[in-house]
């Protein structure tokens, strides 16, 4: 029998901070509806954060390769019936929550429709945020395969998978044109290719198992080269904030075309993701600065039920914004950012402890059954 390894903060901190991220990127969609936004609030919101997403993947797989035991024979069933309890349950619940809220706030049944309701859960348009829960289902699935990719994985061909990312991102973002399809049902599903192709983050993932069965080396890595990494994700961050202002600057793009170009699944992207994932990881290896801990502790433990539930405070913090005539202003987005947190965190910290006493009202929002 495995014995349990012990507690890595790391982890429970990068979900905190990429939630962060994740909200920045929605709450700056929102202030794009500025006609002249501040470009350096913009990048803050849609650049800087550009690796909150991918790097979920980075953090899910490493907490599952870091419990499995490798040399024992993979329970596949029993695999899928915990990440079903865990995601699949809360992904059905607030797919159909936010239908039904959706259906309610702008009296429209065609949601309610079976044709559009399964559509909408096959793609995860239930809320702009759920399209990760899908393609994290898509990799639960698919367990045995990276199982049998991290056994065989070695340096040399993670340099590989890592430059077929690049290749494979940049066609699918760039060159592939789903629109020439001509059949009306694989068109949709190339044109939504983003909401469930794995191939798309599958570099950041297997690279999050193979380090998590490597943990012992990887920490020693980390404290040899933690300046090397922090110089890494430097350089990184510039080259993205580099091209968002070039594409503004030299191409003559506005903000949201230079977003939508300067994206993380660009070849910048994908290397400013695994800049970001090794660097805060590295950061909070053994653990995070004393007078952090707190914080990122509680942002950690909240994370998945604040990322779930942000867009409901988005949009009512919105329609205040509207009825009272008031512009989305530089200061006014940063001041609606820390109201969207706080109040999604503070409604976290309330359901969590309903779910205390109703143990099935954690279980079907955040997938703790305990």
Known sequence: MQMKKSRIPAIEYMRGVSMLGVVGIHVGSQYLAN???NLALVALFEIATRFAVPIFFFISAFGLFYHIDMDAPFDYAK?????????????????????????????????????????YIFYGFGSYQLYFMVILLWFYLLMPLWIWLVRRMTP????????????????????????????????????NRLNYWVLHYVFIFVLGGWLAVRFDAFRAFMERRRGALTAFFAASFASMIGYYYYLIIMRGYDAIGAINTAHQLCPLGVIYTLAASVFLFAIFTPDAPAAWRPVLSLL??????VYLAHPLAITYLGFVLERTGRVMTAPMALAFYVAVVLLTLAAAIAVRKLGEKVPSVNGLTIGIWK
Request: positive net charge.
């Open 300 to 305: 950690g433990r909240h994370s998945y039920f």
């Open 156 to 191: 040399a061909r993670l340099a590989l998978l890592l430059a077929f990312q690049i290749a494979f991102d940049y066609w699918s973002s760039f060159l592939f044109n789903a629109y020439a399809i001509e059949n009306s049902c694989l068109q949709e599903m190339a044109v």
């Open 79 to 119: 695999f899928l019936r915990r990440r079903a309890q865990t995601v699949l349950v809360p992904y059905l619940v607030w797919s159909v929550f936010y239908m039904l809220h959706y259906t309610v706030l702008y009296r429209d049944t065609m949601l309610l429709h079976v044709s559009v309701f399964a559509r």
């Open 35 to 37: 006609p002249s936004p």
